[in-house]
Each structure stands twice: as C-alpha cells, then as structure tokens.
C-alpha cells in the first residue's frame, strides 16, 4: 500500500474520499503535521496503490488484479489500513476518513475498536445504499471496466462532488479535483464500487464506539448534507459536530484553513 506521511505527534491516519486518492489531503497537511504525524495511504486499488494491495502500482503480481477484483469489500480495505498500522508498529491512532474513506474508517472500527484512540468522520454517512444507490454503483463499475474512467467519471462526479461556493469561487480547486479523478485506474474505481455497494449499515459499530470522535461536514455537501452528519454525531457517545460554510463533499480540499483549525482545536483537547 502507497501512502505518504509527514510531521510528529500524535499519529492522525486519513482515508481518502471516493474517486480521488490520498492527494486530496495534501492542501491540510502542512497545517497539520507540526502538531501531528499524518499519514494518509491510497486505498487499494487508487492513486499509487495497487489492486492487489502491493506498494504500488508497478509493483502487482501478474493476474493478481483480476483476483483481488473478485472479492472487493470495504472489510478488505479496512483488513489494509490494519495491515499498515502493523507494519508502522502504531498500536492506537487517531483514525479519519471523508465519504468512501469513512466507510472504511468505520470498518475498521467495527474489526478493531481497540486501535482507535478518537475517530474523525467527514463528509460520510454510516447507512448502506439503498437499492437504487447499489445499482448506480454497479453500473459506475461496469463501465469503469469497459470505457476506462477518463472524462465522464469527473463530469458525473464534480457537480455534487464540490460544493456551489466551490464552483462558482475555486476553479482552481475544480481542475485540482478533476485531474485526480480522471487519474485514477479503471479497475481500481471498479473495486472500488462494488464494495461500497456491499457495505453493510455502521450505525450499530459508532453507538458501541465510546471515544472522541468529530463529524465534519460541508454545509453545501449534497452527497452526504448536514442532516446526515448530525445523525452520525447522535449516534456517537462523543460525538462532535463542526460544519463548514462553503463547503460542498471534500472539505480538506475546499476548506483547507477551516478544516484544518477544526481537526487541531478538537485533537488538542482529546490527546
């Protein structure tokens, strides 16, 4: 698993949003990493992770993607980041995800609460897809397979992927966005689909949950608005909601100060 780390403290790992990669956490790092240790991965099969969970890309066994395509689960991307902190001997961290990525985070949870030390949950939801939703996934996946993913995945994506103040005020946030979706692999987005088709409901793992935890959300965020986050901060015996004008799905991205100062100001009064 490819994944990029920087600064000292407390470890802070972040799981990256669905359909881009770890980069969209690079506007905050800098902001973060003189209080904390940030290490943020590519999830299999995205930006420089390979689809069969080697280090990179380059890297995979032949016929090792068309396996680990079999079997794609949100379980499995969790049983990765898992493996990471094994591997970086952290026995506890602060542990973070946006949409996709706080699927995984909450996955992780469920398989491990004993390695989590406080949860950040941004812009997410912990409901399964409905049957619409799951068929929409599935359809994504097929044609990632047959067309690749340049050019549509980000027209689809962007208009409820960024917020309005985004599109109208950030076009360089806009481009930024769209050259990571357009690079990322076709089978890797395909994975990618059908296990966040098959996840399963996490309201259950986040009541049982009795630790810090924050829920960030875009005020503008039409994927997952504010009324879902203030249902994931219900369900958390700790749970905190901090919400952000502005600011649509990927608030790291639109909201780099603003996300930033909510994430330090909450992790200095639970470290």
């Known amino acids: ?56 890309r380059g890297l995979a066994e032949p016929g090792a993607n068309r396996r680990a395509a079999e079997q794609p689960s949100i379980a499995r991307a969790a049983a990765d980041i898992l493996a990471l902190l094994d591997q970086l001997e952290l026995p506890r961290v602060v542990l973070g995800g946006c949409s996709m990525g706080g699927y995984v985070a909450m996955a992780l949870l469920r398989a491990a609460p004993q390695r989590v030390a406080g949860l950040l949950l941004v812009d997410t939801k912990a409901v399964a897809d409905n049957d619409e ?44 966005v769209r050259e990571m979706i357009d690079a990322q692999p076709a089978d890797g987005v395909a994975w990618a689909q059908r296990a966040m088709a098959g996840r399963p409901d996490s309201t259950a793992t986040l009541r049982s949950y009795d630790g810090p935890a924050l829920v960030v959300v875009g005020e503008e965020d039409a994927l997952t608005p504010p009324e879902n986050a203030r249902e994931l901060a219900d369900a958390l015996h700790g749970g905190e909601l901090v919400t952000l004008p502005g600011v649509g799905h990927l608030s790291s991205v639109e909201a780099p100060d603003a996300f930033a100062d909510a994430v330090r100001s909450w992790i200095a009064r639970i470290a």
């Open 1 to 56: 698993m490819h994944f990029i780390e920087s600064g000292a403290g407390t470890p802070l790992v972040l799981l990256h949003a669905f359909p881009v990669d770890a980069r969209m956490w690079d506007p905050v790092r800098g902001r973060l990493d003189d209080q904390l240790r940030v290490i943020t991965p590519d999830q299999r099969g995205l930006g420089e992770s390979a689809l069969d969970g080697s280090s990179a």
């Open 133 to 176: 939703q799951r068929a929409n996934r599935l359809k994504v996946a097929d044609r990632a397979e047959h067309e690749g993913t340049k050019g549509w995945l980000a027209e689809s994506s962007l208009p409820n992927l960024l917020g309005r103040t985004t599109h109208e005020q950030r076009p360089e946030v806009v481009s930024s």
